[in-house]
Antibody, heavy 115, light 107 residues
Framework: EVQLVQSGVEVKKTGESLKISCKASGYTFSTNWIGWVRQMPGKGLEWMGIIYPSDSDTRYSSSFQGQVTISADKSISTAYLQWSSLKASDTAMYYCARGAVPEYWGQGTLVTVSS | DIQMTQSPSSLSASVGDRVTITCRASQGIRKDLSWYQQKAGKAPKRLIY???SLQSGVPSRFSGSGSGTEFTLTISSLQPEDFATYYCLQHNIYPRTFGQGTKVEIK
């Protein structure tokens, strides 16, 4: 059974760094694209970017390029989304999803950033 | 980036109604479009991929059609569990882009 289990709720201050995770199981992690989607409070889905763990080929939306970093660790079947300096506008639910056409989704990680 | 425009942004319908949601791409994307359903507080669920292929386990009252720039999601007979927000996603090129969503509410 394919499962994506995301790390827990995060409450951070503006300017802090953060790395959230998405642990995959039930399939071959390295040969399946895995991506991230943002959903701000009360808003729609925004595609952020995606990585192919086998060779770390990474694609970003222009809206998120330079704002976040997507990475993956094949040895532990885990994908990451990280920020070096959080803003209040990063407050959102973040989902990981498997596939170049997302099929399986994680449960979401709620990130709250305040000053 | 390809822009995806969904319409309507919301609709009210009754159980048993036929519901149609449209998604328009800013450029041709062949049949590289998927539809997702999201219920409040839950992760999205894929309903349709490649414009018209039904995801395994999804009821047959859901169907998709279209190609190029114009796509449609149809629910043939709306059920109580179908009240949710629906999104299209183009998967023709990177970056992928979602439509802005259509909220289906109870009339």
């Amino acid at each position: 059974e394919v499962q994506l289990v995301q790390s827990g709720v995060e409450v951070k201050k503006t300017g802090e760094s953060l790395k959230i995770s998405c642990k995959a199981s039930g399939y071959t992690f390295s040969t399946n694209w895995i991506g991230w989607v943002r959903q701000m409070p009360g808003k729609g889905l925004e595609w952020m970017g995606i990585i192919y763990p086998s060779d770390s080929d990474t694609r970003y939306s222009s809206s998120f390029q330079g704002q976040v970093t997507i990475s993956a660790d094949k040895s532990i079947s885990t994908a990451y989304l990280q920020w070096s300096s959080l803003k209040a506008s990063d407050t959102a639910m973040y989902y990981c999803a498997r596939g170049a056409v997302p099929e399986y989704w994680g449960q979401g990680t709620l990130v709250t950033v305040s000053s | 980036d390809i822009q995806m425009t969904q319409s309507p942004s919301s609709l009210s319908a009754s159980v048993g109604d036929r519901v149609t949601i449209t998604c328009r791409a800013s450029q041709g994307i062949r049949k590289d479009l998927s539809w997702y359903q999201q219920k409040a507080g839950k992760a999205p669920k894929r309903l349709i991929y490649a414009a018209s292929s039904l995801q395994s386990g999804v009821p047959s009252r859901f169907s998709g059609s279209g190609s190029g720039t114009e796509f449609t999601l149809t629910i043939s007979s709306l059920q109580p569990e179908d009240f949710a927000t629906y999104y299209c996603l183009q998967h023709n090129i990177y970056p992928r882009t979602f439509g802005q969503g259509t909220k289906v509410e109870i009339k």
